[in-house]
T-cell receptor, first 112, second 116 residues
Framework: QKEVEQNSGPLSVPEGAIASLNCTYS??????FFWYRQYSGKSPELIMF????GDKEDGRFTAQLNKASQYVSLLIRDSQPSDSATYLC????????????FGQGTRLTINP | GAVVSQHPSWVICKSGTSVKIECRSL??????MFWYRQFPKQSLMLMAT?????????EQGVEKDKFLINHASLTLSTLTVTSAHPEDSSFYIC????????????FGPGTRLTVL
């Protein structure tokens, strides 16, 4: 079992709709959870991080964390074509010495 | 926000040569930097953790004699790919932690290495 798993997609969503990205992790000791966006040929950029169970909202983005289910998700409301990218879920554990473990990424396409 | 730069942004070299990639934290001191490698359509794979003034910690399966890492100052870490071969062609990305601003990792723009 991979440490961090994502649906590789591709996920196609019409413009203006909600895009939902999912991630599961295997290490119950994981403490911090991150969502990165990566455009083709570029390095990842941080969108959101979440540490506590529940929802965290930032503009059009909402991260959801459920530690009991070892599940973290990212919702993108009012999707825009510029949101088309690969979204990477990353997890950090106390034991990991600040290392991030990345999922394989979900390729998202927003259709105008 | 914290800025991390990499140089060069891309490099093409012949098989058997060595290539050095620099990672700099421009506006903060980074005691810890990380080096990642990303092959096409794959995710980031951590290669090593670089700590200022000490030896790097390599991930399992990464050859430390092939990928030399030096972190001699609080703002600079270098990755040298020695005797590069075509299978080393990849996108190399560094990141740095700004402890003064929390423990978020800031990523450099990446270096595209092509070995002919």
């Amino acid at each position: 079992q991979k440490e961090v798993e994502q649906n590789s997609g591709p996920l196609s969503v019409p413009e203006g709709a909600i895009a939902s990205l999912n991630c599961t992790y295997s290490d119950r000791g994981s403490q911090s959870f991150f969502w990165y966006r990566q455009y083709s040929g570029k390095s990842p950029e941080l969108i959101m991080f979440i540490y506590s169970n529940g929802d965290k909202e930032d503009g059009r983005f909402t991260a959801q964390l459920n530690k009991a289910s070892q599940y973290v998700s990212l919702l993108i409301r009012d999707s825009q074509p510029s949101d088309s990218a690969t979204y990477l879920c990353a997890v950090k554990s106390i034991q990991g010495a600040q290392k991030l473990v990345f999922g394989q990424g979900t390729r998202l396409t927003i259709n105008p | 926000g914290a800025v991390v730069s990499q140089h060069p942004s891309w490099v093409i070299c012949k098989s058997g040569t060595s290539v050095k990639i620099e990672c700099r934290s421009l506006d903060f001191q980074a005691t810890t930097m990380f080096w990642y490698r990303q092959f096409p359509k794959q995710s980031l794979m951590l290669m090593a953790t670089s700590n200022e003034g000490s030896k790097a910690t390599y991930e399992q399966g990464v050859e430390k004699d092939k990928f030399l890492i030096n972190h001699a100052s609080l703002t600079l870490s270098t990755l040298t790919v020695t005797s590069a071969h075509p299978e080393d062609s990849s996108f190399y990305i560094c990141s740095a932690i700004n402890w003064a601003g929390g423990n978020e990792q800031f990523f450099g723009p990446g270096t595209r290495l092509t070995v002919l």
